[in-house]
């Protein structure tokens, strides 16, 4: 399988159960919004927090933007009907949390086709816990509409009794596996919320670290960090550029029957231009979000 190319780097979340926060997404920078049925909703607001989502997502107003409905999990008392109710409310996908195994997914999209979920809505997965990080692999495989995953770094923590450390050198194996099984299936990766909203700095160095490791982007909690995520994760306008010449050069050279050329020193050949594709591609996509926010 093979995820569509697309912009994925900032993915916000925001409560269901707060319509204004709904409503300042249609507004928002952001890639991705993740509207939470999960952690951020208390029990006695989860219907209200669906019937939001819904009102929301049936007004529409959101653009290029890519929208996830985070669903409890099916072992919750709220998990099942989440999805019964979300499936049809126009999400692009839904997102299922704490996944441990393949089964759990299969069964939730058993009950979105139920629901009458259309073909195009994909189905992500967390992984936030040591035995979802060892059976990534099989969790990845377990459909081919499945669509990303997310990593869950603050419950992550917790289960692995390990430090926060600046260089995140605790998570080196854990993130490292998710990124090789993300790409070996052909799944986007979206890297754990950073939680001090005060260390601005902190932040740009650890979105500058998931950039070098893999990730497509990072998961968000408040929109002030939306910019720094979409500068470092994004195509600048000198990538934009240099992609606008590897096209060029690398049709110069096939015109002259070469499979291969040289730019500016450096050897192009066809992967090369696959790339500087895909950086276009996004860079475009990241335009369209651009434009309609304010």
């Given at each position: 399988?093979?995820?569509?190319?697309?912009?994925?780097?900032?993915?916000l979340?925001?409560?269901?159960?707060?319509?204004?926060a709904?409503?300042?997404?249609?507004?928002?920078a952001?890639?991705i919004?993740?509207?939470?049925l999960?952690?951020?909703?208390t029990?006695?607001?989860?219907?209200?927090?669906?019937?939001?989502i819904?009102?929301?997502?049936g007004?529409?107003?959101?653009g290029?933007?890519?929208?996830m409905?985070?669903?409890?999990?099916?072992?919750?008392?709220?998990?099942?009907?989440?999805?019964?109710?979300?499936?049809a409310?126009?999400?692009?996908?839904?997102?299922m949390?704490?996944?441990?195994?393949?089964?759990?997914?299969?069964?939730a999209l058993?009950?979105?086709?139920?629901?009458?979920?259309?073909d195009?809505?994909?189905?992500?997965?967390?992984i936030?816990?040591?035995?979802?990080?060892?059976r990534?692999?099989?969790?990845?495989?377990?459909?081919?509409?499945?669509?990303?995953?997310?990593l869950?770094?603050?419950?992550l923590?917790?289960e692995?009794?390990?430090?926060k450390?600046?260089?995140r050198?605790?998570y080196?194996?854990?993130?490292?596996?998710?990124?090789?099984?993300?790409?070996?299936?052909?799944?986007?990766?979206?890297?754990?919320?950073f939680?001090?909203?005060?260390?601005?700095?902190?932040?740009?160095?650890i979105?500058?670290?998931?950039?070098?490791?893999?990730f497509d982007g990072?998961?968000?909690?408040?929109?002030?960090?939306?910019?720094?995520?979409?500068?470092?994760?994004g195509?600048s306008?000198?990538?934009?550029?240099?992609?606008k010449?590897?096209?060029?050069?690398?049709?110069?050279?096939?015109?002259?029957?070469?499979?291969?050329?040289?730019l500016?020193?450096?050897?192009?050949?066809r992967?090369?231009?696959?790339?500087?594709?895909r950086?276009?591609?996004?860079?475009?996509k990241?335009?369209?979000?651009?434009?309609?926010?304010?």
């Amino acid at each position: 399988m093979t995820t569509a190319i697309r912009p994925r780097r900032s993915a916000l979340y925001m409560p269901g159960s707060n319509p204004r926060a709904l409503e300042k997404g249609r507004s928002l920078a952001a890639d991705i919004l993740i509207m939470d049925l999960e952690d951020s909703v208390t029990p006695d607001k989860k219907q209200a927090a669906r019937d939001n989502i819904k009102a929301a997502l049936g007004e529409g107003g959101y653009g290029a933007r890519e929208i996830m409905v985070r669903v409890n999990h099916l072992d919750t008392d709220h998990g099942a009907e989440d999805i019964r109710q979300m499936a049809a409310c126009g999400a692009d996908a839904l997102l299922m949390p704490k996944t441990e195994d393949a089964a759990t997914l299969r069964s939730a999209l058993d009950l979105m086709m139920e629901a009458g979920a259309p073909d195009h809505m994909k189905l992500w997965f967390m992984i936030e816990t040591p035995k979802g990080i060892l059976r990534a692999e099989e969790i990845a495989g377990a459909s081919d509409r499945l669509g990303g995953i997310v990593l869950g770094t603050a419950d992550l923590t917790k289960e692995l009794h390990c430090l926060k450390t600046a260089d995140r050198l605790p998570y080196l194996y854990s993130l490292g596996h998710c990124i090789v099984v993300a790409r070996a299936y052909g799944l986007a990766i979206i890297d754990g919320p950073f939680e001090d909203l005060n260390d601005d700095a902190g932040f740009a160095a650890i979105c500058q670290q998931s950039l070098e490791w893999g990730f497509d982007g990072k998961s968000l909690i408040h929109p002030k960090t939306i910019a720094t995520a979409n500068e470092t994760f994004g195509p600048s306008p000198a990538d934009i550029e240099r992609a606008k010449r590897v096209i060029s050069a690398f049709a110069e050279a096939e015109a002259k029957s070469q499979g291969v050329t040289l730019l500016d020193g450096q050897l192009v050949e066809r992967l090369h231009v696959e790339d500087a594709r895909r950086v276009l591609a996004l860079a475009e996509k990241a335009a369209e979000i651009a434009a309609q926010s304010e």
